[in-house]
């Protein structure tokens, strides 16, 4: 498993933590999303192999999510 800790920005509310953490949560190989309104982040512990970065990314984003690079 690996750690991934991804900047986000529009995220404010309980709704914005349900809509990234189910769509994170419907990839395959996720073990934990983590929302973190006040820090702009979300940290996920998942495999590489099943779901790389690149698509988790692509996810938050489908949601309506800036990822801060």
Excluded: W
Excluded at 21 to 42: F, Q, R, Y
Excluded at 49 to 62: C, G, L, R, V
């Amino acid at each position: 498993m690996e750690k991934l800790i991804i900047k986000v920005d529009g995220m404010s509310c309980e709704h914005c933590v349900k809509a990234v953490t189910n769509a994170v949560n419907a990839l395959p190989g996720i073990e934990s999303v983590e929302v973190d309104l006040k820090a702009g982040t979300v940290t996920v512990e998942h495999d590489p192999a099943q779901s790389p970065a690149d698509k988790i990314k692509f996810e938050i984003e489908e949601q309506g999510y800036d990822i801060v690079s």
